[in-house]
C-alpha cells in the first residue's frame, strides 16, 4: 500500500501561535491531498481536499484564512493552522489521492494548543 | 445529502463471539465502500469494495457489499481482545475520491 508520513506526529503550543503540519507521500505522486480533522469520540470530518499547483478547496464551515493548505509539489502538502486556539485541538490526518489508491491514511498529527 | 449510517454504535462481546457491522449508505456517485478499524491513531485500512455480492476475507475478518440493497457488513469471527477499536465505514464518490464516513462502531471484546 501507498507510504504516507506526517510531520510532527504530535504538537503542542501556546495560543495564538502557528502550526505547520506536513504530509509526505513517500513512494508515489499524490497530485491531490485530502485533510481530515477528527475530535475526540467523532468520525472524521474532511477539511479541505488540495490540489498540486492550485488553490485548495475548502468544505462548508471551514475557515480557509485560518488553515492555510499549500500542496507546492506531487510528495508534499501541509496544514497551517494560523493563530491557533484551544477549540483547533485535534487529530489532523492526511489522505492522499492517487487514481485507484486512495485508501490509505498518513499517520496523524495530535495538536493540542494550551 | 449524502449519508453513510453504522450499526450498532457500539458493542461489548465476550473474546471468541462473532460480531457483525452494519453499514447502510445514501452517497450519489458511489465508486466503492471501505471499511476501517481505529484504534488510539490513525485509521487502518481493511478492505475496499466495489462490487456486489463478493466477499473479501481477512483472516478472521470478512466483509461485503449490496450495492441493490445500499449496504455492507463486516463479520469478525473468533474475536479476540486486540479486535477492540472503533470500526469505520466510508463510501468514496467517483470523480472527486472524496470519502464520507460514517459515525463507527465501538467493538468493545472482553477477556
Known amino acids: 500500500g501507498a507510504v504516507v508520513s506526517q510531520h510532527p506526529s504530535w504538537v503542542i503550543c501556546k495560543s495564538g501561535t502557528s502550526v505547520k503540519i506536513e504530509c509526505r507521500s513517500l513512494?508515489?505522486?499524490?497530485?491531490?491531498m485530502f485533510w481530515y480533522r477528527q475530535f475526540p469520540k467523532q468520525s472524521l470530518m474532511l477539511m479541505a481536499t488540495?490540489?498540486?499547483?492550485?488553490?485548495?478547496?475548502?468544505e462548508q464551515g471551514v475557515e480557509k484564512d485560518k488553515f492555510l493548505i499549500n500542496h507546492a509539489s506531487l510528495t508534499l502538502s501541509t496544514l497551517t493552522v494560523t493563530s491557533a486556539h484551544p477549540e483547533d485541538s485535534s487529530f489532523y490526518i492526511c489522505?492522499?489521492?492517487?487514481?485507484?489508491?486512495?485508501?490509505?491514511f498518513g499517520p496523524g498529527t495530535r495538536l493540542l494548543v494550551l | 445529502e449524502d449519508k453513510v449510517v453504522q450499526s450498532p454504535l457500539s458493542l461489548v462481546v465476550h473474546e471468541g463471539d462473532t460480531v457483525t457491522l452494519n453499514c447502510s449508505y445514501e452517497v450519489t456517485n458511489f465508486r466503492s465502500l471501505l471499511w476501517y478499524k481505529q484504534e488510539k491513531k490513525a485509521p487502518t485500512f481493511l478492505f475496499m469494495l466495489?462490487?456486489?455480492?463478493i466477499e473479501k476475507k481477512s483472516g478472521r475478518l470478512s466483509s461485503i457489499l449490496d450495492k441493490k440493497e445500499l449496504f455492507s457488513i463486516l463479520n469478525i469471527t473468533a474475536t479476540q481482545t486486540g479486535d477492540s477499536a472503533v470500526y469505520l465505514c466510508?463510501?468514496?464518490?467517483?470523480?472527486?475520491?472524496?470519502?464520507?464516513f460514517g459515525k463507527g462502531t465501538k467493538l468493545t471484546v472482553n477477556p
Open positions: 466495489t462490487s456486489s455480492g
Open positions: 513512494d508515489f505522486q499524490a497530485t491531490t
Open positions: 489522505r492522499p489521492g492517487q487514481g485507484r489508491e486512495t485508501q490509505y
Open positions: 488540495s490540489n498540486e499547483g492550485s488553490k485548495a478547496t475548502y
Open positions: 466510508a463510501v468514496e464518490q467517483g470523480g472527486s475520491e472524496k470519502l464520507v
